[in-house]
């Protein structure tokens, strides 16, 4: 058990729609990252927070957004959707701000967009 | 730009075996380099990590992974595989704020 909660754990959906998919860190950890697998593009880095500020962007959608509340826990929410969005959603968190100590991930939510 | 290759897709390897999974990252700057495995239906687990000093590094389940500057190369090895370290392997990079990942290396293994 990694300390890292992601609900819900699987999540179908219809085209068009809109999901939040929540992920609570570990105690302690200020950052949260979070990640989409998918079979074609592989593990890509979404977005992150820093103690309740966004601090890094990486391939995210417009359609998609994120934010993370005083209690640290983090929300990504995702808006129109397309069947192309059906992958795994990870969350990971840290103690700081960068990478340069170990990021511990979460279950992962399974969308499936029909 | 940072990047991170695993060359191979898939590997069989049959139980008691030894096991090298290979790595290489393109980095700028000196990396520090994770392994982590997924298996099937389960989030990421981290192995092992290197960040600096001693270039082979211990991890969990007896993996080791050493660290070659020269090659820019993170290679992870095993002495001996067990039936249950079949899953997913994934090398990262951490770069300013993200993980950058491999594609992924399958691992199955016959009993």
């Known amino acids: 058990d990694s300390g890292v909660t992601q609900t819900p754990k699987h999540l179908i959906t219809a085209t068009g729609q809109r999901v939040t998919l929540r992920c609570s860190p570990r105690s302690g950890d200020l950052s949260v990252y979070w990640y989409q697998q998918s079979l074609d593009q592989g593990l890509q880095f979404l977005i992150q927070?820093?103690?309740?500020?966004?601090?890094a962007k990486g391939n995210i959608l417009e359609r998609f957004s994120a934010q993370q509340f005083p209690d640290l826990h983090s929300e990504l929410n995702l808006s129109s959707l397309e069947l192309g969005d059906s992958a795994l959603y990870f969350c990971?968190?840290?103690?700081?701000?960068?990478?340069?100590?170990?990021?511990?991930f979460g279950q992962g939510t399974r969308l499936t967009v029909v | 730009a940072q990047s991170v290759t695993q060359p191979d897709i898939h590997i069989t390897v049959s139980e008691g075996a030894s096991l090298e999974l290979r790595c290489n990252y393109s980095y700028g700057a000196t990396p520090y380099l994770f392994w982590y495995v997924q298996s099937p239906g389960q989030g990421l687990q981290l192995l092992l990590k290197y960040f600096s000093g001693d270039t082979l590094v211990q991890g969990i389940k007896g993996f080791e992974a050493e660290f070659k500057r020269s090659q820019s190369s993170f290679n992870l090895r095993k002495p001996s595989v067990h039936w249950s370290d079949a899953a997913e392997y994934f090398c990262?990079?951490?770069?300013?704020?993200?993980?950058?990942f491999g594609k992924g290396t399958k691992l199955s293994v016959i009993p």
């Open positions: 927070y820093y103690n309740g500020e966004e601090r």
């Open positions: 990971a968190s840290s103690v700081d701000l960068k990478h340069s100590t170990e990021a511990f």
């Open positions: 990262a990079l951490a770069g300013s704020y993200q993980l950058t």
